[in-house]
């Protein structure tokens, strides 16, 4: 459990509407499910789903319940405008958002500084008297684990070394940035677990970004297909201390998540 009052969903905060975290007691005269929910299917391109990232493929994605109310109000009732405005923000887009609890009571819980990746399964009212008091949500994760917040490497030509601490056995795959600052070929390695990428013929001020599991390998020279320079391998990063070397006249830009095995 977690003493969070609030959450950050689609980076609108549950509190700025007006509710906060609590629980029913099951007291209640009726659980009314809302229609606002559209049916998802989950399949993903491959390489583009986190789940596949991390490489958990033996665990289920994480899935979740959270109920809210109006607590501290002189009416604790919730008004029609005012589920359509949550219902809205819910359920807005079928794609997976951004997710992460706030307002915490203690210092130390666990989830603080966790993100997951969720989308809405299920909304309900929760109803006393004919009244709506609040809401009970589902929520269902595109994979087994939570992350921290991104974290971001600078790398200039030589050898230098960047720590991670992830919970999982898999290599990440950062998101990589790279600016040519001379015409050339650039190599980036990492001597700790053998991986490494090779662009080729780049010219001087072009930008490549690298995602394995978003947009792939763009080039910021129209003319330029960059697949047919790239070697086809994936620069990746382990758990613990890895030894990056980059060769030729460019710098790079490294932005990864740490994965963490935290349930709500």
């Given at each position: 459990?977690?003493?969070a009052?609030?959450?950050?969903?689609?980076?609108?905060?549950?509190?700025s509407?007006?509710?906060?975290?609590?629980?029913?007691?099951?007291?209640?005269?009726?659980?009314?499910p809302?229609?606002?929910?559209?049916?998802?299917?989950?399949?993903?391109?491959?390489?583009?789903?986190?789940?596949?990232?991390?490489?958990?493929?033996y665990?289920?994605?994480?899935?979740?319940?959270?109920?809210?109310?109006?607590?501290?109000?002189?009416?604790?009732?919730?008004?029609?405008?005012?589920?359509?405005a949550l219902?809205?923000?819910?359920?807005?887009?079928?794609?997976?958002?951004?997710?992460?609890?706030?307002?915490?009571d203690?210092g130390?819980?666990?989830?603080?500084?966790?993100?997951?990746?969720?989308h809405?399964?299920?909304?309900e009212?929760?109803?006393?008297?004919?009244?709506?008091?609040?809401?009970?949500?589902?929520?269902?994760?595109?994979?087994?684990?939570?992350?921290?917040?991104?974290?971001?490497?600078?790398?200039?030509?030589?050898?230098?070394?960047?720590?991670?601490?992830?919970?999982?056995?898999?290599?990440?795959?950062?998101?990589?940035?790279?600016?040519?600052?001379?015409?050339?070929?650039?190599?980036?390695?990492?001597?700790?677990?053998?991986?490494?990428?090779?662009?080729?013929?780049?010219?001087?001020?072009?930008?490549?970004?690298?995602?394995?599991?978003?947009?792939g390998?763009?080039s910021?020279?129209?003319?330029?297909?960059?697949?047919?320079?790239?070697?086809?391998?994936?620069?990746?990063?382990?758990?613990?201390t890895?030894?990056?070397?980059?060769?030729?006249?460019?710098s790079?830009?490294?932005?990864?998540?740490?994965?963490?095995?935290?349930?709500?």
């Amino acid at each position: 459990m977690t003493s969070a009052r609030s959450f950050l969903f689609d980076g609108t905060s549950l509190k700025s509407l007006g509710f906060s975290l609590c629980s029913f007691d099951g007291g209640g005269e009726d659980r009314l499910p809302l229609f606002y929910v559209p049916a998802y299917t989950t399949e993903r391109p491959a390489g583009h789903h986190r789940w596949h990232v991390t490489g958990s493929h033996y665990e289920d994605p994480l899935s979740f319940t959270l109920s809210f109310a109006r607590l501290c109000q002189e009416d604790p009732t919730v008004s029609v405008s005012q589920e359509r405005a949550l219902a809205r923000w819910l359920t807005a887009s079928p794609d997976y958002r951004e997710f992460s609890f706030e307002d915490f009571d203690s210092g130390t819980d666990p989830l603080a500084g966790i993100t997951y990746f969720v989308h809405v399964t299920s909304l309900e009212k929760e109803m006393l008297g004919g009244r709506c008091l609040g809401f009970t949500a589902g929520f269902a994760a595109d994979s087994p684990f939570g992350y921290t917040a991104p974290v971001t490497k600078a790398l200039s030509p030589g050898t230098a070394s960047i720590s991670v601490t992830s919970d999982l056995p898999q290599p990440l795959y950062p998101a990589l940035s790279i600016t040519a600052s001379a015409a050339g070929d650039v190599y980036l390695k990492n001597s700790s677990n053998g991986s490494f990428s090779r662009l080729d013929n780049l010219s001087a001020g072009e930008v490549v970004t690298m995602d394995k599991t978003g947009a792939g390998l763009l080039s910021s020279r129209p003319d330029h297909n960059i697949l047919d320079d790239f070697d086809k391998n994936w620069f990746s990063l382990s758990d613990g201390t890895n030894s990056i070397t980059l060769e030729g006249s460019a710098s790079v830009t490294l932005t990864y998540r740490e994965p963490r095995k935290v349930g709500v």
